[in-house]
């Protein structure tokens, strides 16, 4: 089993700054087949970004993943009052279980 | 546009059973994996369990094995989720997702709003 380690647990940042979050892989993934889920409070996740880079349907570009092997990131270019959430990691390419992730927080300063 | 709705959980005693239903529309539901993926009161996610296009494949986590059998009826539209001997850790909101593609492997594109499952006396 794939174990995926987030860092940080919690971002503290303000509108308009920056996000990078990593998540970091115990062994390869195959074929970078690596997600990237954004949750809010009492809603289901939403995909972001698939295959490590793609962006899925209707995400906006602020919005971008990078990495590949054992090492991901995610990228929130500037962040919008709408961004604020917690997002989840998952791999989906080795054999079953297709893991999380432990979440990162990204709130408000 | 894609639904998935989910029904079935509520509050159950440790050691009985639970069938959770998800019904599915907008898709040709018979061309996607469909997955269960469960979230424990103020945790993160967890895969449980997916199933194939024809229902011939079928994968569980560790902790679920030999007690939940995914299952779905193509004919119907649906997925479900037979949950026997139920423990205090499987409390959860469980969530019913499609696959993004067709072709696999692929991410969860698309989520129920989630049912929740209590299991305590």
């Known amino acids: 089993e794939i174990v995926l380690t987030q860092s940080p647990a919690t971002l503290s940042l303000s509108p308009g700054e920056r996000a990078t979050l990593s998540c970091g892989a115990s062994q390869s993934v195959s074929s970078s087949y690596l997600a990237w889920y954004q949750q809010k409070p009492g809603l289901a996740p939403r995909l972001l970004i698939y295959d490590a880079s793609s962006r899925a349907t209707g995400i906006p570009d602020r919005f971008s993943g990078s990495g590949s092997g054992t090492d991901f990131t995610l990228t929130i270019s500037r962040l919008e009052p709408e961004d604020f959430a917690v997002y989840y990691c998952?791999?989906?390419?080795?054999?079953?279980?297709?893991?999380f992730g432990q979440g990162t927080k990204v709130e408000i300063k | 546009e894609v639904q998935l709705v989910e029904s079935g959980g509520g509050l159950v005693q440790p050691g009985g059973s639970l069938r959770l239903s998800c019904a599915a529309s907008g898709f040709t539901f018979s061309s996607y994996w469909m997955s269960w993926v469960r979230q424990a009161p103020g945790k993160g996610l967890e895969w449980v369990a997916n199933?194939?296009?024809?229902?011939?494949?079928?994968y569980y986590v560790d902790s679920v094995k030999g007690r939940f059998t995914i299952s779905r009826d193509n004919a119907k539209n649906s997925l479900y989720l037979q949950m026997n001997s139920l423990r205090a850790e499987d409390t959860a909101v469980y969530y019913c997702?499609?696959?993004?593609?067709?072709?696999?492997?692929?991410?969860?594109?698309?989520w129920g709003q989630g049912t929740l499952v209590t299991v305590s006396s």
């Open positions: 998952q791999q989906y390419g080795s054999s079953p279980p297709w893991t």
């Open positions: 997702a499609r696959d993004f593609e067709g072709s696999s492997p692929s991410p969860l594109g698309y």
């Open positions: 199933i194939k296009q024809d229902g011939s494949e079928k």
